[in-house]
Each structure stands twice: as C-alpha cells, then as structure tokens.
T-cell receptor, first 115, second 116 residues
C-alpha cells in the first residue's frame, strides 16, 4: 500500500543552522501539508500546498519557514535559522484527488532537535 | 472560530474494560468533517475514521465505535473490551468545508493507557 515517507527520521542541529525536512507524498495526491507537534502537545497545522503554491499558512509559519516541491515527487520544509522552540516532530501529509475532504495520509514524522 | 476540545487528558483502564474518549467541536460551518487519529508510542499518526456533518449515523468497526451528535457538537469514540495494544494518544480533528485547503484542526489528544 502506498505511503507517505519522510527523511530523516531524526535530525539534530545547532541553533541558527538551516534544516531541510524531506517528504515524498503518495504519488497521485494533490494536496500537501506540514504539521508539527511539540513534545506532549497537540498537532498543529503549519502550511498547505496545492498546485505548486502555498494555499494557506498558519501564524507559526513565519519568514523562517519555506516549502518547495522541487521535482514533482519531493515536498520539502526548510527552516532557515533554527531556534530552540523549533524542536518538535514534523509531519508531512497528503490528500488524494477528489477533494480535500478525504482523509489526510500522514508520514511517520521527522523529530527535529535544536540544541 | 473552529476548535476541538478533548477534555480528558489521560485515561487509564484495565484490559477488557470499555472506554469512551470524548470530543467536542466548535464551528459555524454547516459542512465539516470530523476525524479520529491514533498515535501509538512509535509516533506516527494512524487514521481511524472520517465523518461528514451530514451523516449522523453511528459507526462500528470491530471493537471501535463512534457516536456523532450534532445537537451536542460531539464525536465520541468508544473502544469495547480494550486491549494493551490500544494504549496510545488519540486525537480528534476537524476540517471545515469553508476552508479551501482542508487543514485539520486537532484537539489536545487523550492519552489512553490500558493495563494488563
């Protein structure tokens, strides 16, 4: 069964460094999302992406964040200059064609630790 | 504003007990979708069920059942005869029809511990 994949599973970085989190959504999906979950807290929406552009972003998604779908298969989240409070689990998700009311399929997550 | 409230932070039961996880949502949209996801200790998010606002039929899937009541804005989840493998964090989530992106709004989650 197709699934969303994410790499790396765990990333450790120093404060101020740039990180790129990678996702490969399910191949025929059209809507893509990033969410984050700070340890022990709820899952929070960061950004949605459709038709090669951002369709919505949350207050969390400030100028330090960017997303890209560089080659039609990968979907990346870049954090330009990481802060301690960026430490969290980051989930990528995608939704199949037919409408975004379909369930979102989540990847296994990337745990980002900022030291 | 859209919001999901899961008032139960943690629940602990003994195996074979039935347990109900509560979810209350807020939205002014007439079209919306409700979801439950399970997050086992390994951390991934596992889809369990989706319900749209026009379908108030309760659903049963094996030991799992869901009770959707628009009158009380609730979408509760019951596990019958709980098992240790049910131990996880369970999230209720809302997607509103007026959103043109389909983002999910999650509740705080309920941690369920099933003891042998």
């Amino acid at each position: 069964e197709p699934e969303v994949t994410q790499t790396p599973s765990h990333q450790v970085t120093q404060m101020g460094q740039e990180v790129i989190l990678r996702c490969v959504p399910i191949s025929n999906h059209l809507y893509f999302y990033w969410y984050r979950q700070i340890l022990g807290q709820k899952v929070e929406f960061l950004v949605s992406f459709y038709n090669n552009e951002i369709s919505e972003k949350s207050e969390i998604f400030d100028d330090q964040f960017s997303v890209e779908r560089p080659d039609g298969s990968n979907f990346t989240l870049k954090i330009r200059s990481t802060k301690l409070e960026d430490s969290a689990m980051y989930f990528c998700a995608s939704t199949p064609p037919g409408g975004f009311y379909n369930e979102q399929f989540f990847g296994p997550g990337t745990r980002l630790t900022v030291l | 504003a859209q919001k999901v409230t899961q008032a139960q932070t943690e629940i602990s039961v003994v195996e074979k007990e039935d347990v109900t996880l509560d979810c209350v949502y807020e939205t002014r949209d007439t079209t919306y979708y409700l979801f439950w996801y399970k997050q086992p200790p390994s951390g991934e998010l596992v889809f369990l069920i989706r319900r749209n606002s026009f379908d108030e039929q309760n659903e049963i899937s094996g030991r799992y059942s869901w009770n959707f009541q628009k009158s009380t804005s609730s979408f509760n989840f019951t596990i019958t005869a709980s098992q240790v493998v049910d131990s996880a964090v369970y999230f209720c989530a809302l997607r509103v029809g007026s959103s043109n992106t389909g983002k999910l709004i999650f509740g705080q989650g309920t941690t369920l511990q099933v003891k042998p």
